[in-house]
């Protein structure tokens, strides 16, 4: 099929793309979840399901010689920018084939090859290396662009606010990626932010946009204006994307009444959903029919199976390897 939209300029062949890859990350994340409960998986995890929108509609404006930096909640960013399942599963359970050879799992994936910079533990530690990147893009005259993801719990961190003060004097090609998922860990985010989360950019003089990060589509207009601005010489530019994560914080936190309710978790769920949203506009833009999404998500369905098939096989690596890699 080839027929454009107008009113977004969004054409089939992107808009099903970006449909395949947060369905992707739906599938993966419920096998991670699934890898949890039946212990096979060392440790615990960060689930990105509701906030495919974001990392897919941002990463979809982006080349694979341009640069992201992640999370702990890292997953969704890790396979938009085109990591391979099965590599990944082989980080979560430990294997010598995943991304890190085993010994990064979940929040510290890195896949460079596809421009990922990593995951990072650390609240806002990418910060850092996305701001390092696009430093070092403008001192070697590349056209790359970097983007840092970051939750809206970063914005305590004192590093966001020194890098952007860089970023802003000196023109960098970086895009600040904020996905406000309402909460810091257990905690509302306006128990925790004071203020306006967009004056704290534009206090730089930075461009600063607010999206609906449930609105792939939007997401994806937003962050190709920001790339491609950032990339011929505009500067920096910062991203608010609101959204919600319908998991706990990690897949530990199962009992979460006491810090939200069920009929708000039901409520995205229900009305807000970024697979269900953009799956509905497909249909009326007769862009796609629901065999073609059925069929989209039976193919993804399979490649994620067969990459947890590959990971489970995968062997452990050798003990002796245990202090390789390894920098402290
Ligand atoms: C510097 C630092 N402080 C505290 C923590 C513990 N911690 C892990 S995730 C998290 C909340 C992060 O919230 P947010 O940035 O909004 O991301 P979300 O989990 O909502 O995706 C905290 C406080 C940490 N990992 N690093």
Known sequence: MTATAPRTGIDAELALGMYRRMTAIRLFEEQANELYRSAKMPGLTHLYIGEEAVAVGVCSALRRDDWITSTHRGHGHCLAKGADPGRMFAELLGKEAGYCRGKGGSMHIADHENG???????????????????????????????????????????????????????????????????YNEY???????AGEILARPRAFGIEARQVDGQDVRGVYAEAAELVERARSGG????????????????????????YRSKDEEELWRSDRDPLALLGRW???QKL????????????????????????????FPDPGQVTEDVYA
Not at 239 to 245: C, E, K, M, V
């Open 116 to 182: 990922n910079l990593g995951a990072n533990a650390i609240v806002g530690g990418s910060a850092g290396i996305a701001t390092g990147a696009a430093f070092s893009a403008k001192r070697r005259g590349t056209d790359q662009v970097a983007v840092c993801f970051f939750g809206e719990g970063a914005l305590g961190q004192g590093l966001v606010y020194e890098v952007m003060n860089m970023a802003a004097l000196w023109s960098l090609p970086v895009v600040y990626v904020c996905e406000n998922n309402l």
């Open 282 to 284: 497909l249909e009326q």
């Open 288 to 315: 796609a029919g629901g065999d073609d999404l059925r069929r989209v998500e039976d193919e993804v369905r399979a490649e994620i199976e067969q990459g947890l098939a590959f990971a489970l096989e995968a062997p």
């Open 187 to 193: 905690t509302h985010y306006l128990e925790a932010t």
């Open 235 to 258: 500067g920096p530019a910062f991203l608010l994307a609101d959204t919600y994560r319908y998991h706990g914080h990690h897949v530990g936190d199962v009992d979460r009444a006491y």
